[in-house]
């Protein structure tokens, strides 16, 4: 038998074994009854759709088209519009259609970033309409984070250097912030009292001219006024990170580092860099061929705050590593080419999911045992992943397209 269809056996059996737990469990999406399911919402950015996992049982619930009017779009560009699109489109290395996409609080409406279309928009889950459009300034609309209270959704405009933040329920813009070069992430703290920004820089220029690539900066902003609180400098790109609820250490990724570095926000320094082995494709890879400067790019922790899951994305594997002394306790692979790039922990805090972009799927590991046990097709080049609630009822309104 080859090694690798021994792993699948083992991934299928690993994934029964964690079903029938699920099944055993009283208040499991599966016994039931909130009138909600659990599910883990993927952006399927080439596709232009947006793609449905139960977080329990790993099913593929369907997907709903959020790009039907991008031609549209496209067609009603003015010149300025039309050479930031095609500036963008050949930076990211193709259509990248679907950046973010979050379910509203009561599971009927989903928000979405469109990447290079350059705006937000939500839809009706039920009837898959659009409700509304709203365009961003400059050329690309980035990472997005939703209020906890559900009414606020805050996306980076990223050539525009700042981040908007807009009304669900109408798309209006509410307000602005500035950023560092080139914002990426955004997070509201637990309390929803802060939101955190992260900058990237210029990631088109190479590495030799990181110094001109501009401010990477963390930014922390009031939720309430908008008004920048505290900002930080970091030496390199700052990547997906996690920043702890008490707001002092914050793990990130950063560009062009085989691993993470684990940062002190309350002396701003550089607590500890982790050196991740390279694979022999990532050990074989110029940096200034990292996609978007990333060497990792993906970085989650366990709802226990014991383990951090690593995104290897240019090493094609994922590693399950300790807080506690930043050691590894075990690391998943994938076949060479499938561009691990996002990671997101489940609700219950349990498993890290994975998506492979270019292999089309997402992975699912147990922080606990450090393997993984399930992997479920979804739509072209997923990226970005976020936990939610469905309202049951819309199940049969999804396609039945795994995306």
Request: glycine share 10%; net charge negative.
């Amino acid at each position: 038998m080859s090694s690798t269809h021994a792993r699948r056996i083992t991934s299928l059996a690993a994934a029964a074994v964690a079903l029938a737990g699920v099944l055993a469990l009283p208040g499991s999406a599966a016994s039931a009854d909130s009138g909600f399911r659990d599910v883990l919402v993927v952006g399927n950015s080439a596709a232009g759709t947006v793609s449905f996992i139960d977080a329990h049982t790993f099913q593929n619930l369907g997907s709903l088209n959020v790009t039907a009017d991008a031609q549209q779009r496209i067609a009603a560009m003015d010149p300025i519009q039309w050479i930031g699109y095609q500036s963008v489109t050949s930076v990211e290395g193709g259509n990248r259609y679907v950046d973010d996409a979050t379910l509203s609080p009561d599971g009927r409406t989903l928000y979405v970033s469109r990447g290079n279309l350059d705006d937000v928009a939500a839809y009706d889950i039920a009837s898959g309409a659009q409700l509304w459009r709203t365009r961003l300034d400059g050329f690309k609309a980035d990472h997005a984070a939703l209020s906890p209270d559900g009414t606020r959704y805050v996306v980076s405009a990223t050539t525009a250097q700042e981040a908007e933040v807009l009304d669900t329920a109408s798309g209006s813009v509410v307000g602005t912030f500035p950023t560092g070069t080139y914002p990426h992430q955004n997070d509201y703290s637990p309390d929803g009292k802060y939101i955190y920004n992260s900058s990237i820089g210029i990631t088109s220029f190479p590495q030799a001219m990181e110094w001109a690539k501009g401010s990477f900066q963390l930014t922390k902003v009031d939720a309430t006024t908008l008004k920048v609180v505290q900002t930080w400098q970091l030496p390199h790109g700052i990547r997906p990170n996690v920043i702890e609820g008490d707001g002092r250490t914050m793990y990130t990724d950063l560009s062009y580092l085989n691993g993470f570095a684990k940062y002190d926000l309350s002396t701003g320094n550089v607590v500890d860099t982790v050196q991740m082995p390279y694979s022999a494709a990532g050990a074989a890879l110029a940096p200034d061929s990292y996609p978007q400067n990333s060497a990792h790019h993906g970085l989650a922790v366990s709802g226990d705050g014991a383990s951090l899951c690593d995104v290897g994305t240019i090493d094609d594997y994922t590693a399950i590593v300790a807080t506690s002394d930043l050691g590894t306790r075990g690391t998943v692979d994938y076949p060479t080419g499938s561009l691990p790039y996002w990671g997101t922990t489940s609700a219950d805090g349990m498993l890290c999911f994975v998506s492979l972009s270019k292999a089309d799927e997402v992975s699912v590991i147990d922080y606990r045992t450090a393997t993984e046990v399930a992997r479920v097709p979804v739509g072209a080049f997923p990226q970005r992943e976020r936990t939610g609630r469905i309202a049951a009822d819309l199940l049969g309104d999804l396609s039945p397209s795994a995306g």
